[in-house]
């Protein structure tokens, strides 16, 4: 199906989301491409949870209470606020792409990046601290 066709002979679905429901389908292939997006945005999701809960269960011996804890809880949030973003951003790149706009931005890009930077810095540090050079 080539981008630009004429879609009136394709039957409406009966539950679209309002955002959805102004512009054209766009090519399938898109669809599906935002779809891996989102899908990528969720594994990186869960990878942030669960270096959550490895820092929470198996830095004991690295970490303080107030440091892993702080640390855990951090990747956690932005675990899960990511999760959320990731069903937003999908939702208004499927928008932009329906109604011919510029697809917007990933504002989580930079942040997420930070984070982790962070996260992996005061890591490698605590093992410096523990065990030495």
């Known amino acids: 199906m080539e981008s630009g066709e004429d879609h009136s002979a394709i039957p409406k679905?009966?539950?679209?989301?309002?955002?959805?429901?102004?512009?054209n389908d766009p090519?399938?292939?898109?669809t599906l491409a935002n779809e891996r997006t989102f899908l990528a945005w969720i594994r990186?999701?869960?990878?942030?949870?669960?270096?959550?809960?490895?820092?929470e269960a198996f830095t004991h011996d690295i970490f303080d209470d107030t440091a892993r804890k702080v640390l855990g809880t951090?990747?956690?949030?932005?675990?899960?606020?990511?999760?959320?973003?990731?069903?937003?951003?999908?939702?208004r790149v499927e928008t932009a792409m329906r109604q011919r706009r510029?697809?917007?931005?990933?504002?989580?890009?930079?942040?997420?990046a930070?984070?982790?930077a962070?996260?992996?810095?005061?890591?490698l540090l605590a093992i410096w601290v523990t065990n030495g050079f």
């Open 114 to 116: 930070l984070v982790c």
């Open 102 to 112: 510029s697809l917007p931005i990933p504002l989580w890009i930079p942040l997420i």
């Open 44 to 55: 990186t999701s869960l990878a942030l949870l669960a270096g959550g809960i490895a820092v």
């Open 74 to 91: 951090t990747l956690l949030v932005l675990g899960g606020l990511l999760a959320v973003s990731a069903a937003g951003r999908w939702l």
């Open 118 to 123: 962070v996260a992996a810095v005061t890591v």
């Open 27 to 30: 090519d399938p292939r898109f």
């Open 13 to 23: 679905r009966k539950r679209v989301p309002r955002a959805l429901r102004g512009g």
